[in-house]
């Protein structure tokens, strides 16, 4: 039986292929960071070129459902998903944004085997765990600041991956983004 990961590692390969960067994230990131849960989704963040989606479409074609059209159009509105038809297991794909933040976070992605997915590991490039933190600060902000999963998971990755995190780092972007008062809240409680 197909897993989870057998999906993303198929498109990965294709991602490799056509040389296009990208950066797992949330939730996948939270787990390789923090505390590991059970997850039904896989969201990545990619460096691609708009000319670049019909070849992307030809490529998966053979293992995913994955519409050019559909794909162009979900891109005005920010992201795409492409399902593995083998294991019925969706990936969203984000394009990487122009802003400051968005540019520094996917340059201090990192390589790691990730094992949330299934039994077998894959090695990927993931969203560091201080870009983690924040990312989650501000889906929980954005929320209403009401998603205990969010803020518990935030509460994994500082916990389990402790005196690593770069404070100076957190706390400067903390401030740029507006969510400085709940990372000290997060770092308070944790």
């Known amino acids: 039986m197909l897993t989870p990961a057998d999906a993303l590692a198929k498109l990965l390969e294709v991602l490799d292929r056509m040389e296009i960067e990208y950066q797992v994230g949330d939730p996948v990131a939270t787990a390789f960071h923090g505390v590991p849960r059970m997850t ?90 201080e870009d983690t933190i924040l990312r989650k600060l501000l889906w929980y902000r954005k929320g209403g600041e009401t998603s205990e999963r969010q803020w518990s998971d935030m509460r994994g990755v500082v916990e389990v991956t402790g005196e690593k995190l770069d404070l100076e780092y957190l706390r400067n972007w903390a401030k740029h983004l507006k969510v400085d008062d709940l990372l000290e809240r997060l770092l308070l409680k944790s």
């Open 40 to 129: 039904m989704d896989v969201d990545l963040v990619v460096d691609r070129k708009p000319e670049q989606v019909e070849e992307l479409a030809g490529l998966l074609k053979s293992e995913f459902y994955a519409d050019a059209g559909m794909m162009r159009d979900a891109l005005k509105r920010g992201a795409f998903n492409v399902i593995h038809m083998p294991s019925a297991y969706k990936l969203d794909l984000f394009p990487l944004q122009g802003d400051e933040y968005s540019r520094v976070e996917f340059a201090r992605r990192q390589y790691g085997e990730i094992r949330a997915l299934g039994p077998d590991p894959i090695e990927c490039a993931v969203a560091s765990a």
